[in-house]
T-cell receptor, first 112, second 113 residues
Framework: GESVGLHLPTLSVQEGDNSIINCAYSNSASDYFIWYKQESGKGPQFIIDIRSNMDKRQGQRVTVLLNKTVKHLSLQIAATQPGDSAVYFCAEIKAAGNKLTFGGGTRVLVKP | EPEVTQTPSHQVTQMGQEVILRCVPISNHLYFYWYRQILGQKVEFLVSFYNNEISEKSEIFDDQFSVERPDGSNFTLKIRSTKLEDSAMYFC???????????FGQGTRLTVV
């Protein structure tokens, strides 16, 4: 039958509040994880990355947390701004590889 | 800031026609990729390219697809005989080294009619 577009979970957040976006990964051989932001009609934009030997990494207004025990990744955005409205994808790379495997994405809507 | 550039931004083609999508990766990058995103779906890996040869490809990347680095700056994706289901955004990406973050271009929207 006809394929249906992916239904994206949506996080609606008030401007100035913090956002937390979650991602579960399946491949325990993955050792490198990246968060990408994709605005409408544009390509994925690198935000932050983390290697499997770390459990936390901070950037400017963003923090990535990695829990290898439950294969869970999260992205925290502090003081969310209207420009943060986009779809956020987590992606993983397995050891000794280059192929990015993307998750399903979360749409973030920032309310003024 | 260096960026990956793709041309054209939008390509409309008739079913059965050949198309070539073009990309200029970031100049000091060594690994090149093509991904695609069907409308409303997640980004899917097509192929990776290093040292003038394909290093990995997905099931999507069948005999109708080919890639080439014709000179020191361009990286192309050719679809030999387009099908309706090839309609998607095609993203080129490049990375500096193995296991490093990939930087994406703005994409080419391919519409097959």
């Amino acid at each position: 039958g006809e394929s249906v577009g992916l239904h994206l979970p949506t996080l609606s957040v008030q401007e100035g509040d913090n956002s937390i976006i979650n991602c579960a990964y399946s491949n325990s051989a993955s050792d490198y994880f990246i968060w990408y932001k994709q605005e409408s009609g544009k390509g994925p934009q690198f935000i932050i990355d983390i290697r499997s030997n770390m459990d936390k990494r901070q950037g400017q207004r963003v923090t990535v947390l990695l829990n290898k025990t439950v294969k869970h990744l999260s992205l925290q955005i502090a003081a969310t701004q209207p420009g943060d409205s986009a779809v956020y994808f987590c992606a993983e790379i397995k050891a000794a590889g280059n192929k990015l495997t993307f998750g399903g994405g979360t749409r973030v809507l920032v309310k003024p | 800031e260096p960026e990956v550039t793709q041309t054209p931004s939008h390509q409309v083609t008739q079913m059965g026609q050949e198309v070539i999508l073009r990309c200029v990766p970031i100049s000091n990058h060594l690994y090149f990729y093509w991904y695609r995103q069907i409308l409303g779906q997640k980004v899917e890996f097509l192929v990776s390219f290093y040292n003038n040869e394909i290093s990995e490809k997905s099931e999507i990347f069948d005999d109708q697809f080919s890639v080439e680095r014709p000179d020191g700056s361009n990286f192309t994706l050719k679809i030999r005989s387009t099908k309706l289901e090839d309609s998607a955004m095609y993203f080129c990406a490049s990375s500096e080294a193995e296991g490093r973050e990939a930087f994406f271009g703005q994409g080419t929207r391919l519409t097959v009619v």
